[in-house]
């Protein structure tokens, strides 16, 4: 189906554990982006991209790696899983233009005990 | 850096109106977008103002003033699905790609 895809939809992890989270949308759009939601701090920018192999950091990057070998992907990782990283987690992506609005995936929502 | 501000919860009665504002400071604007996020899903775009003026959708209308750096989202004939997160973001001109700053979000209850 097109779209943007995330997953898994739920996932529990231990602390210092790495947790790799998958971003797929078949729309060929140049831009995407990582982002996470907590209560009180609303949508925090993690990682982006701009291209296949451009990426850059956020407003929240710490404790993140991003990859984008391919148009369509964008992993995010999580290379030592930390509480403060329970989060619902959020991939978008978008066309080219400034006016072009970001598409959201259904979000991963992310324990980590 | 950017500064968004709206308030954090508004109620309001089905049918009737409500406006929800957005305030924010930025070196460059360069775009401002709404979007709808209802509980426990993604958000999905609303509207996108980048010029002085009222743009209007059906139900929904969104204002924007670049010399006040204010911005605010109308709601119109309220329905119950209307019950929802109302989140505000900001393109910056010297944001490198389409890099948006979010807002903390309106949650507007509509009562019956």
């Known amino acids: 189906d097109a779209g943007i895809t995330q997953s898994p939809r739920y996932k529990i992890t231990e602390t210092g554990r790495q947790v790799t989270l998958m971003c797929h949308q078949t729309?060929?759009?140049?831009?995407m982006f990582w982002y996470r939601q907590d209560l009180g701090h609303g949508l925090r920018l993690i990682y982006y991209s701009a291209a296949a192999d451009i990426t850059d950091k956020g407003e929240v990057p710490d404790g993140y790696v991003v990859s984008r070998s391919k148009t369509e992907n964008f992993p995010l990782t999580l290379e030592s899983a930390t509480r403060s990283q329970t989060s619902v987690y959020f991939c978008?992506?978008?066309?080219?233009?400034?006016?072009?609005?970001?598409?959201f995936g259904p979000g991963t929502r992310l324990t980590v005990l | 850096g950017q500064n968004i501000d709206q308030p954090t919860e508004m109620t309001a009665t089905e049918g009737a109106i409500v406006q929800i504002n957005c305030t924010y400071q930025?070196?460059?604007?360069?775009?401002l977008f709404w979007y709808q996020q209802h509980a426990g899903e993604a958000p999905t775009f609303l509207s996108y103002n980048v010029l002085d003026g009222l743009e209007e959708k059906g139900r929904f209308s969104s204002f924007l003033s670049r010399s006040k750096g204010y911005s605010y989202l109308l709601l119109k004939e309220l329905q119950m699905k209307d019950s929802a997160s109302y989140l505000c973001?900001?393109?910056?001109?010297?944001?490198?790609?389409?890099?948006?700053?979010f807002g903390g979000g309106t949650r507007v209850l509509v009562k019956p």
């Open positions: 973001a900001v393109r910056d001109r010297g944001a490198a790609g389409n890099k948006l700053t």
């Open positions: 930025t070196s460059g604007f360069n775009g």
């Open positions: 978008a992506s978008s066309g080219p233009s400034g006016g072009n609005e970001q598409f």
């Open positions: 729309w060929s759009h140049s831009y």
